[in-house]
């Protein structure tokens, strides 16, 4: 991360510190050759604020902009959630059930243990502190691997198609991707690990997303007829991930 200091030139990627330097906001300089003007934007997965500049010479406009509104930014970076402590006794919802996290007595590989006579699944790990954080995020990595390619799996025989490779990322702004089929190799699709933190239904819609791709590389209304042909009305999944998703990037960030 570079800071930006006064004597220093601007630069795309550069973080900016506003406002008094005991209370100074972070933003982060953008250049976007598409952009049509200068904009801010909040990006929850980094917990930050984005000024972009339609081009290099225009990231001092962007940086005055974002002076202008350090209220705003100071507001909407309250807001965000806080981040999500992974330690023993929390319950997350796992793919749409309640999952308490436990400590293994001694080192083994976490698993995610079924729910008995009512009482919520146990998601069990080995480890201390940040360690037992990254155990626990293995655990939720290899459960939304398992999860999504059952998925996908699904949406891919609805559509005639064969079963991509299918992986998972810790993306920040993505909560999914496809590439298609080409020059021998297999399909791909992507999904961010942390929709298995999300009810069921919205990995279902991910999934759909992602496997019309397979069919139609872009978001034309032909692509869209096929999402609503296999899945039925995304914008419910759509609005649960736009109200939620900063939500999920606070755990295990």
């Not at 319950?91 to 059930?97: E, K, N, R, T, W």
């Not at 999504?148 to 299918?166: F, G, V």
Request: net charge positive; hydrophobic share 50%; aromatic share 6%.
């Amino acid at each position: 991360m570079t800071l930006w200091r006064p004597a220093a030139k601007l630069a795309d990627g550069a973080v900016v510190l506003i406002g008094a330097e005991a209370d100074g906001l972070k933003v982060r300089l953008k250049v976007n050759a598409r952009a049509r003007r200068v904009s801010l934007r909040l990006d929850p997965a980094r917990g930050e604020v984005v000024a972009t500049a339609p081009s290099p010479r225009r990231l001092p406009d962007a940086l005055r902009f974002a002076e202008s509104r350090a209220e705003w930014i100071a507001a909407r970076l309250r807001a965000l959630p806080q981040p999500t402590i992974l330690k023993p006794g929390l319950i997350l919802d796992v793919d749409g059930a309640p999952a308490r996290l436990e400590r293994a007595a001694m080192r083994i590989k976490g698993r995610l243990i079924a729910p008995e006579d009512g009482e919520p699944a146990r998601l069990l790990a080995y480890g201390q502190d940040d360690a037992y954080a990254r155990a626990v995020v293995r655990v939720l990595k290899a459960v939304a691997l398992e999860r999504a390619t059952e998925r996908t799996a699904r949406y891919a025989a609805l559509l005639a198609q064969p079963l991509p490779q299918i992986t998972v990322m810790d993306a920040r702004m993505r909560w999914g991707s496809c590439s298609k089929a080409q020059g021998g190799e297999p399909a791909r699709i992507r999904y961010n690990w942390r929709l298995i933190l999300a009810p069921a239904w919205v990995l279902d819609y991910v999934a759909a997303h992602e496997a019309a791709h397979l069919i139609e590389a872009n978001h034309s209304p032909a692509y869209w007829a096929v999402v609503k042909r296999i899945f039925g009305d995304h914008r419910p999944a759509r609005a649960w991930l736009q109200a939620h998703g900063a939500a999920l990037h606070a755990v295990g960030g």
